[in-house]
């Protein structure tokens, strides 16, 4: 099992940028796809981010390709999500998820499975 913490979150203008962290405890980190999920006001929950086992291969929403980044760094089970050029439309409570299935990231935005997720962190982009 892991457990998943996020922070990082908070209230930026448009335009403006943060980065999210979510530190994972428990067992091997390198065993688990990771990612980030949001969920803004009134809206379905969607993916925004994923990173494979070893961080050789990343995917994105097309809402927020050019604009986030995610990274993890195994010495400190920690995966990222840098969010650069924000706006508005991006408020939304984002969530770290880690899963240790075959099911590739890239197959996250339809795979309803996701094992393990943290609790979330919000993310208010004033306009």
């Known amino acids: 099992q892991v457990q998943l913490v996020e922070s990082g979150g908070g209230l930026v203008q448009a335009g403006g940028s943060l980065r999210l962290s979510c530190a994972a405890s428990g067992r091997t980190f390198s065993s688990y796809n990771m990612g980030w999920f949001r969920q803004g006001p009134g809206k379905e929950r969607e993916f925004v981010a994923g990173?494979?086992?070893?961080?050789?291969?990343?995917y994105y929403a097309d809402s927020v390709k050019g604009r986030f980044t995610i990274s993890r760094d195994s010495a400190k089970n920690t995966v990222y999500l840098q969010m650069n050029s924000l706006k508005p439309e991006d408020t939304a409570v984002y969530s770290c998820?880690?899963?240790?299935?075959?099911?590739?990231?890239?197959?996250?935005?339809?795979?309803?499975?996701?094992?393990?997720w943290g609790k979330g962190t919000l993310v208010t982009v004033s306009s």
């Open positions: 990173i494979s086992r070893r961080g050789g291969s990343t």
């Open positions: 998820a880690a899963d240790e299935s075959l099911i590739p990231p890239s197959s996250w935005p339809y795979y309803a499975g996701i094992k393990y």
